[in-house]
């Protein structure tokens, strides 16, 4: 089993900065892509971007050139810095992480991001 945590939402104005932390513990492959999703109101929960163990990352078009998305293997930790953040940012963001011969998706608890006008 794999438990995930994520940490560092809050209150913030537009065109503020957040970083969002992932912790991941348990059985753990080595191989892996981890992700930060976020679900709006009312909407569809949404990718946001992903991070594969080797490094390669993947960004939605929304946030390009806005969040950075890292990772720390050695202490099987995800981040994701968020700076010009937007009132669309608003939502929950979620961690991800899938792994195994499966391809067994992990999800933590979920993390409130809030953007003020």
């Known amino acids: 089993q794999v438990q995930l945590v994520e940490s560092g939402g809050g209150l913030v104005q537009a065109g503020g900065s957040l970083r969002l932390s992932c912790v991941a513990s348990?059985?753990?492959?080595?191989?892996?892509?981890m992700g930060w999703y976020r679900q709006a109101p009312g909407k569809q929960r949404e990718l946001v971007a992903t991070?594969?163990?080797?490094?390669?990352?993947n960004y939605s078009d929304s946030v390009k050139g806005r969040f950075t998305i890292s990772r720390d293997n050695a202490k099987n930790t995800m981040y994701l810095q968020m700076n010009s953040l937007k009132p669309e940012d608003t939502g929950v963001y979620y961690c991800?992480?899938?792994?195994?011969?499966?391809?067994?998706?992990?999800w933590g608890q979920g993390t409130q991001v809030t953007v003020s006008s």
């Open positions: 348990g059985s753990l492959f080595s191989i892996n892509v």
């Open positions: 991800n992480r899938r792994e195994g011969i499966r391809n067994r998706d992990y």
């Open positions: 991070i594969f163990s080797n490094g390669i990352t």
